[in-house]
Nanobody, 129 residues
Framework: QVQLVESGGGLVQPGGSLRLSCAASGFTLDYYAIGWFRQAPGKEREGVSCIVTREGRTNYDYADSVKGRFTISRDNAKNTVYLQMSALKPEDTAVYYC????????????????????WGQGTPVTVSP
């Protein structure tokens, strides 16, 4: 079965850290662009980070709001993508989703979602004292 399963969310205090996991089954992750998105209550879903390998080079992308605090990585042996989140703020509170873009995609289209073809179910993150 082709699917993405997120885990690792939870309650954390401001300034704390969490590591989210996105485990893939039914396909090989490193062939695809994989993105992390988040959706806060009452807000649109927004792109957070992306990892994609093309022609032997791995590219990373981050939203301005998380640059320097979040790090995306991939473990090919575990077929899993991670999002390490540090210096968390209350405004990082959201449900976090990972997503797979088509094998032809060279980046994660955070706005138009072009070539986006598979979502995970999401994992909630709450940053609160």
């Amino acid at each position: 079965q082709v699917q993405l399963v997120e885990s690792g969310g939870g309650l954390v205090q401001p300034g704390g850290s969490l590591r989210l996991s996105c485990a893939a089954s039914g396909f090989t992750l490193d062939y695809y662009a994989i993105g992390w998105f988040r959706q806060a209550p009452g807000k649109e879903r927004e792109g957070v980070s992306c990892i994609v390998t093309r022609e032997g080079r791995t590219n990373y992308d981050y939203a301005d709001s998380v640059k320097g605090r979040f790090t995306i990585s991939r473990d090919n042996a575990k077929n899993t993508v991670y999002l390490q989140m540090s210096a968390l703020k209350p405004e990082d509170t959201a449900v976090y989703y990972c997503a797979r873009f088509s094998i032809v995609a060279t980046e994660c289209d955070f706005i138009g979602h072009r070539y986006l073809e598979l979502w995970g179910q999401g994992t909630p993150v709450t940053v609160s004292p």
